[in-house]
């Protein structure tokens, strides 16, 4: 962007170079297309967006398949509302189901059922499939090491720690 078109403010912005420009534009233009790609896969395959088979993966690696459900849009990164939108639908299809959390009365859990078990087990093939041709199968292994690298110092640094953050699956 030439600060020109912008106007004169004082405190000149950090305007990216045209190397930053490229990278930044390529970056939402290849995550657009991968959850585009995966969203597109699951949908067809298993009948199902991406954000929900998610959420089944993440209630089938918890404990008693199990989860609180401020944890599960923790998890997530999604809105308490978008995840009880969510849960619902899964439990119309049968497979999740909402319990009453024993240590806290206003808590909930979400628990994943025998046939949404069965579900992520039909569904789990071909996502791994596709996000192996989209992702994985086009990079060396260094350039995997190094995508896990950078995409670890980003998140530490756009989630902090603190109870205090404002992040919507915090509200």
Not at 130 to 137: E, G, I, S
Request: glycine residues 6%.
């Amino acid at each position: 962007m030439n600060t020109a078109s912008i106007g004169d403010s004082g405190d000149e912005p950090r305007w990216l170079s045209a190397d930053e420009q490229r990278v930044w534009r390529s970056y939402r233009h290849a995550t657009t297309l991968l959850e585009d790609h995966l969203d597109r896969q699951l949908q067809r395959d298993a009948g199902m967006p991406h954000v929900y088979y998610g959420l089944l993966v993440q209630l089938s690696q918890a404990p008693h398949r199990r989860r609180r459900m401020t944890e599960l849009a923790i998890d997530a990164k999604i809105t308490r509302s978008r995840l009880s939108h969510a849960v619902a639908r899964l439990e119309k299809n049968g497979w999740v189901r909402r319990e009453d959390c024993p240590s806290d009365r206003r808590g909930q859990n979400a628990v994943l059922t025998d046939e949404g078990v069965e579900v992520l087990k039909r569904a789990a093939p071909g996502h791994v499939e596709a996000v192996r041709q989209a992702m994985f199968d086009r990079l060396t292994p260094e350039q995997v090491r190094q995508l896990g690298d950078i995409m670890q110092v980003m998140a530490e640094a756009l989630q902090p720690q603190d109870t205090g953050a404002d992040l919507p699956w915090l509200r």
